[in-house]
């Protein structure tokens, strides 16, 4: 089995901070992406890396994982405007042995080994799989909701059944072919907010595998509080 890994490192973070780049923040003395970085290319079934970069990060990033020792090589590549096109610039560099690909936001830092195996061994069952993890707290349905800026205020139109979701994390894995094709149908002038949404908008069946609740998105400074206490605890 041989996996590729596209990792995204080009979101601008713009609630983390109005200045820097979260995914070069330090936890625990290392930069935030490369921790996942590390997980990745310490893993038997990887055999690349193709690191998505923002411009205005791209020679940080860079400088960062060359002052480590990998056993894996790494590509790097220039994101684009959404983050489904920094995926698929990742995809154009991805070596045509791979039999999985695995995409990850650099955001998560925390992934472990097992949640690895789990994704890959899952998605070269099925074809398409993502971790996920059960919500923990009542969910609420907004009457006319759109935006940020209308959720709070509005009034409360169902209360769904949480055992029926589940909490998304990356990585997601697939099939090459199944994901190349994702992406060559990719409706114009639609957003995804992750690949498993595309490949479910081509009518393929995307698989639930075990997440982890310290698979932590880093997205504001108090999630880096959180991560790092994470990390303490590990004793990693």
């Known amino acids: 089995m041989s996996a590729s890994v596209i990792l995204l490192a080009a979101g601008k973070g713009k609630r983390f901070s109005s200045s820097g780049t979260k995914v070069l923040a330090s936890l625990g003395g290392k930069p935030v992406f490369l921790h996942s970085l590390r997980t990745f290319a310490a893993h038997p079934d990887v055999s690349e890396i193709v690191l998505v970069a923002g411009r205005e990060s791209f020679d940080g990033l860079r400088a960062a994982f060359k002052r480590t020792r990998l056993t894996k090589p790494v590509k790097m590549v ?40 789990g994704v890959i061994k899952q998605a070269a069952l099925c074809g398409a799989a993502v971790p996920g993890v059960p919500l923990k707290c009542t969910i609420k349905e907004i009457a006319g909701a759109r935006g940020a800026g209308r959720r ?10 949480r055992a029926r979701f589940c909490e998304v994390q990356t990585p997601q894995a697939f099939k090459r072919r199944i994901i190349l094709e994702a992406y060559s149908r990719m409706p114009a002038g639609r957003v995804f907010t992750d690949d498993a949404s595309l490949v479910e908008a081509m009518g393929r069946k995307v698989m639930v595998c075990a997440g982890e609740y310290t698979n932590i998105k880093i997205t504001t400074p108090e999630d880096l509080i959180l991560a790092a206490a994470v990390l303490r605890a590990a004793g990693r």
């Open 152 to 161: 709070y205020g509005g009034r409360v139109a169902a209360t769904p059944d």
């Open 78 to 117: 220039y994101g684009g405007k959404e983050r489904q096109d920094s995926v698929r610039r990742g995809l154009a560099r991805v070596s045509t042995s791979s039999d999985i690909i695995l995409i990850h936001d650099a955001a998560r830092p925390l992934i472990s080994r097992s949640l690895v195996d």
